[in-house]
Each structure stands twice: as structure tokens, then as C-alpha cells.
């Protein structure tokens, strides 16, 4: 069974460029949840999008925004980027409602120049 | 705010040594999850643990958890040099208007040395 996949997996961009990250889940996975991992800073929730709609966003500005197709694949935005957007976003799926873990695609890593 | 904890963040340990990881998280919870990380990868999931006094173990690696003490400890036995990792934990707080969202800790980064 494939796992979760990401593209691009390395994304360089100059600041107030905009950028966009793309994740397939597993399939049967309806939920699909973004996470920031920048240095210094941890792992942090960005977005959790299931059907189609936003379900639940982390303490991110607005510029940071996604969606959800119906094939339950998913695209992270990041408008007017800045140079502490840098990081790796890592994508994981879930079917909603399962106790079992979220597991993670392998990441995009963002640089901002 | 759930907030969670892990100490220490930072191991270096001779192979062959025993050592805990542990895991404090604020609110009430009964999902916690561990995750290896290796340097430049994504996520591998561990072991998740569900209940009250949950204890799951593989190879060299076991995790517990007490929802009382809202604690979780991840025990590395006779370690080896491919152990060496950064180590999650994490909790779901489901109970937050329906949210899903994972709160992690730092992360103990791990090096176990010959």
C-alpha cells in the first residue's frame, strides 16, 4: 500500500513569492493535516482539512491557507512569503475518527530566500 | 492549551546502556503517540497508546503511559548505534472542539555511541 507522498520534495523561493505544496493521502484516508517543522521552533499544526473543508487551523497567519480535492489530496498555499517561512512541511493522513496514528508523508522542505 | 513536555532533549549514551525518555503533557488526554525522526526524514510512527496504563513494546523500545500522572516514558534497553534518532511524542486532543490536531513535544535527540 502506498503511503503518503509529497511534492515537491525541495522548494526554493524569494520572499513575497507564493508558494504551494501538494500531498496525496493514503488512500482511504479522508483526513488530511499539514505540520510546520522549522529550526528551532518544533513541530507545529498548520492545517486539518477532511471532505473537502477546513476542519481546524494552528495559531498560523491567514497567508497560510489549502484545500482539500475529492480524491481527499491536498494543497498547502503560503502567500508573500518570508524568509522565516523556511522549513520542512510534512503532510499526514488519517481516516477521521480512527484512534490510530497520523502517518506522515515524507516532507517538502521550503526555502525562502 | 495542551502543552507537552519531554525530557531530557538532548541524550548521548553508550551502547549497551539503559535510558528513559520522558513525556509530561497539561490537559487530559488518552491518545499519545511516539515518533522516531532521522536527520532530513519525515516521521515514523512507534507505537500509539490509547489507555491507562498502555505498555507497547518493540525490539529495544518500550512505551508506556499513566493518564493520571499525564505521563508517557519511552525506555530504550541495551542500546545500539541504530537507535541514534530524534524522538517525538505526541498528543491528540480530540476533546478541543472536535479538533485532531498532534501537540508535540521537542523532541529528544538521541546518540548512542560505540
Known amino acids: 500500500e502506498a503511503g503518503v507522498t509529497q511534492s515537491p520534495t525541495h522548494l526554493i523561493k524569494t520572499r513575497g513569492q507564493q508558494a504551494t505544496l501538494r500531498c496525496s493521502p493514503i488512500s482511504g484516508h479522508t483526513s488530511v493535516y499539514w505540520y510546520q517543522q522549522a529550526l528551532g521552533l518544533g513541530l507545529q499544526f498548520l492545517l486539518w482539512?477532511?471532505?473537502?473543508?477546513?476542519?481546524n487551523r494552528g495559531n498560523f497567519p491567514p497567508r497560510f491557507s489549502g484545500r482539500q480535492v475529492p480524491n481527499s489530496s491536498s494543497e498547502l498555499n503560503v502567500n508573500a512569503l518570508e524568509l522565516e517561512d523556511s522549513a520542512l512541511y510534512l503532510c499526514?493522513?488519517?481516516?477521521?475518527?480512527?484512534?490510530?496514528?497520523?502517518?506522515f508523508g515524507p516532507g517538502t522542505r521550503l526555502l525562502v530566500l | 492549551e495542551l502543552k507537552v513536555e519531554q525530557n531530557p532533549l538532548f541524550l548521548s549514551m553508550q551502547e549497551g546502556k539503559n535510558y528513559t525518555i520522558y513525556c509530561n503533557y497539561s490537559t487530559t488526554s488518552d491518545r499519545l503517540y511516539w515518533y522516531r525522526q532521522d536527520p532530513g526524514k519525515s516521521l515514523e510512527s512507534l507505537f500509539v497508546?490509547?489507555?491507562?496504563?498502555a505498555v507497547k513494546q518493540e525490539g529495544r523500545l518500550m512505551a508506556s503511559l499513566d493518564t493520571k500522572a499525564r505521563l508517557s516514558t519511552l525506555h530504550i534497553t541495551a542500546a545500539v548505534h541504530d537507535l541514534s534518532a530524534t524522538y517525538f511524542c505526541a498528543v491528540d486532543n480530540p476533546t478541543q472542539g472536535g479538533s485532531e490536531k498532534l501537540v508535540f513535544g521537542k523532541g529528544t535527540k538521541l546518540t548512542v555511541n560505540p
Open positions: 482539512y477532511d471532505e473537502g473543508e477546513e476542519r
Open positions: 497508546l490509547l489507555s491507562n496504563g
Open positions: 499526514a493522513s488519517r481516516q477521521w475518527g480512527a484512534v490510530e496514528t497520523q502517518y
